[in-house]
């Protein structure tokens, strides 16, 4: 995954403990799995548009 191991996802999650404490990574983590399923939504939404997009072009 990207070459990061085990001891090193540690480390971030530390990290990320200390500058933004405990009591906001619910909000975070919330904040990611939306961009997530954003992004998710609009490459999906990518996929099967550009095919009738590229039909229609052709057909012109």
Request: hydrophobic share 45%.
């Amino acid at each position: 995954m990207f070459g990061i191991g085990m001891p090193e996802l540690i480390i971030i999650l530390v990290i990320i403990l200390i500058i933004f404490g405990v009591g906001k990574l619910p909000e975070i983590g919330g904040g990611m799995g939306k961009a997530i399923r954003n992004f998710k939504d609009a490459s999906n939404k990518a996929e099967t548009e550009t095919p009738d997009k590229l039909e229609d072009k052709k057909e012109a």
